[in-house]
């Protein structure tokens, strides 16, 4: 009929977002016609702008009629990873907050180079990481030297630089950040290794030669230059309640915790009698995962029960630590005689495959230590215990800093004060299969409250409070 009037054609949003996606190179979109609108009204930067015209153009898209979100300009959001030369867990938490805000915002993982690419960190971690961009520093600038000349260049050279330009700027890493020039701070912190600047600077040199009244006076001059530094940042998040105490201890700062996140997808595979553990290797006693305590604990365990001959225990890590060869060497001849295995250099999947085939899981970083000399030491977290209780792997751990609040103990699997603790827990599941089979089934269910979701979801609960601007999401 002459009054009908043709049917209108429908767009969905999702479509528009993976034809963006997947949309023909930019430069063969150039000159074409589009009804609608004038690409001036378009706020978008110019690559994904031609992104745009080139999938609207494919689905015959006006553009009055592509999500307003797509077309406004994306915020800038600079990611600096604070860690220097090993790749680990505080590169995975970067390398998911990365992933989380790039679908919404131009995303730039900052580093020096020595904590990986971009690319190595998809082949650690198994992510995409599509549209984030890299900026590599020359190296990464000291943000905590006492000194107040120190302090002075920070403020005004190339450390002044690194936030610069940004909407959001995220400092990852275990030591002070650096001051902050955006629109928006955030600080994710794994451990505060450092103290305020007013207690280091008591190791200047010439600081006992002040009188005690000069000493308490040049104190309360890093008091606002303290309060300054972390002005320019809206929250400060820790991975753990462990961390969190030591933030206020250490920096004076109320931190929210948010744990790391665990992938949450882990195929079930016949699982085998294998006890594994994942850890860089290293002798640095700040950094160490004490494997040579485990080789000796994997000795007095088949001296206790001669059957277990027929269980295994596989070392994993990297070897990406100056003394990384020494100790693997000494790892080896430790184990000469023992069913041990030692994967050095281990891809993310071949922990995964080791850890879904393996009945148990061993950690003993923190064995002996006096976590009120020394909290550094402890396991702030412990991404790979959640990742081993994701498989169905009953963790047996020593009880020390966040791996407190990862086990339940006796339900998810085991805390233990010593490498005898560990050697008798160990023992106990062995000779009680359906205690490990029970046992192993609530660590599957436990290790799920650990996911990727879990942690975009709380992280888009915090930054929407002041960054409103940019949904996240995986």
Known sequence: MSGDRPSEKRYSNANVRRKISNSQPAEECLGQPFSGTS?????????????????????????????????????????????HGATGGAQLVAAYIATAFSLRCRVEYIHDGTTGSLKSLRQSFGLSLAGVTERVL??????ADPDLGSIRRELTGEASELSAGYD????????????CRARHGLVYCHFPFEQKLSVQARDLPGWQR?????????????YPLWKYRFRGYDRVLANSDFTASWIKRRWGINADVVFPPVITTIAERPKRNLIVSVGRFTGDVKHCKRQLEQISAFRELNACMPATGSWTLRLMGFSDCKDSGAYVNALRGAAQDLPVEIVEGASHAQVIESLAEARIYWHTMGLGLDEA??????????IATVEAMRAGCVPVVIASGGQREIVQHRESGYLCSDLNGMVQATQSLIQNPDELAAMSKHTRERGFEFSPERFCQELSQITNRFFPTAKISL
């Not at 959001?168 to 001051?179: A, D, E, K, M, Q």
């Open 39 to 83: 690409r001036h009204e378009l706020r978008a930067p110019n690559g994904q702008m031609l992104q745009l015209l080139s999938a609207a153009r494919e689905m015959q898209m006006p553009l009055r009629r592509l999500p307003k979100d797509l077309l406004m300009k994306q915020p800038r959001v600079g990611i600096l990873d604070g860690m």
């Open 138 to 143: 020359d190296r990464l600038p000291s943000f």
């Open 168 to 179: 959001l700027f995220i400092y990852s890493g275990f030591r002070v950040p650096p001051f």
């Open 210 to 222: 002040h009188t005690a009244l000069g000493r308490q006076l040049r104190a309360l001059a890093y």
């Open 373 to 382: 000399i020394h909290p550094e030491r402890a396991e702030h977290f412990g």
